[in-house]
């Protein structure tokens, strides 16, 4: 079935919007020596490069570009996160070719900078580029400590990740869980939990459990009615650019497809070489 995006960007400034990115991407084997934030920084131009890509013919040039990129995100994404888990303790992080960099975590969670939206995010990084090393660091962060953060999130945001971890280790409690975290997003009522996280968890449980859901149909109401809220979120003179390629559902599409299920949504928000797995 073919989604078809709702918002229409100007190609003629694609071009523009991926000049940022490439450029700070240019000066990464200098600047991931330089501050330990950039182990988060540079992830963001990654997906912002990868997100505006989505508008290009997709070459094996352009998907090889953003394939490399998520790999490297999903890299930084895991080993930022791993130094709140232990701010204490210095860690050396070899990340593919880029040098190697040691870094603790210190005044990471003072400074706010683990919290729920980054977990999600780094966690389906890891999902679409079929890293399990990271996968699996990430399913073992503790939410407590993501509670221990200045930056605090609404409660159904630590659920959503109580509820992927659980799924992780399979553990017996993951469908009382999914149940209480829609309850909770009912509960949470603002706008985010009722059209992001909500889709999050009808997407996974029509992924997961046998519930009733059929998977295709699901994820394809929810691309069109997460495109819809940031649409909204973002405002008449800012592209939705989180709805270029949203992360969670584009993880739960490449879990189905992993599962050996096919997937039949056609979107340019969901780039089948992702799915597919190709560079990974």
């Known amino acids: 079935m073919k989604v078809d995006r709702e918002f229409n960007t100007d190609l003629n400034q694609v071009n523009g919007r991926l000049a940022f990115p490439r450029k700070m991407i240019g000066r990464i084997n200098q600047a991931i020596t330089i501050r330990r934030d950039n182990l988060i920084a540079f992830p963001k131009q990654f997906l912002s490069l990868a997100r505006w890509l989505t508008w290009e013919v997709q070459t094996n040039k352009i998907e090889r570009e953003s394939a490399t990129g998520l790999r490297y995100a999903a890299k930084m994404y895991a080993a930022f996160l791993k130094l709140a888990e232990h701010p204490e303790q210095d860690f050396t992080f070899k990340i593919f070719d880029l040098p190697a960099v040691t870094w603790n975590g210190l005044g990471m969670l003072e400074d706010?900078?683990?919290?729920?939206?980054?977990?999600?995010?780094?966690?389906?990084?890891?999902?679409?580029?079929?890293?399990?090393?990271?996968?699996?660091?990430?399913?073992?962060?503790?939410?407590?400590?993501?509670?221990?953060?200045?930056?605090?999130?609404?409660?159904?945001s630590y659920k959503l990740v109580e509820v992927f971890q659980a799924f992780h280790h399979r553990q017996d409690n993951y469908p009382s869980l999914?149940?209480?975290?829609?309850?909770?997003?009912?509960?949470?009522?603002?706008d985010w939990a009722l059209g992001i996280a909500m889709g999050y968890l009808e997407t996974f449980a029509a992924l997961t459990t046998d519930i009733g859901f059929d998977f295709n149909e699901t994820l394809a109401k929810n691309i069109q009615l997460q495109e819809k809220y940031w649409i909204n979120a973002s405002g008449p003179d800012t592209d939705p650019v989180e709805s270029f390629l949203p992360l969670q559902l584009l993880g739960m599409a490449c879990m189905w497809r992993d599962m050996g299920n096919t997937v039949t949504v056609e979107s340019d928000s969901l780039p089948r070489f992702l799915i597919e797995g190709t560079y990974f």
């Open 112 to 156: 706010g900078r683990a919290h729920p939206s980054q977990w999600l995010d780094a966690y389906f990084l890891a999902v679409i580029t079929r890293d399990s090393e990271s996968m699996d660091s990430l399913a073992n962060f503790p939410v407590e400590i993501m509670k221990q953060s200045a930056t605090k999130a609404g409660p159904v």
């Open 178 to 190: 999914l149940n209480q975290c829609m309850k909770v997003a009912v509960d949470q009522g603002n």
